[in-house]
């Protein structure tokens, strides 16, 4: 199971981010624990 899954909020952001940001936050296997870290990460791939 895959963080966004278990927390609400997370899973909304996750799930409004472009495909191929999912995808690398995904096949990265990062470990994230909360919506902040999730937003920092995605907005740095975003910005490459």
Known sequence: ?????EN????EYFESLPQYVQ???IESGVEITTL???Q???THMMEQ
């Open 1 to 5: 199971m895959n963080y966004y899954e």
């Open 23 to 25: 995808v690398q936050l």
């Open 36 to 38: 902040g870290e999730l």
């Open 8 to 11: 609400p909020e997370m899973r």
């Open 40 to 42: 920092k990460v995605a």
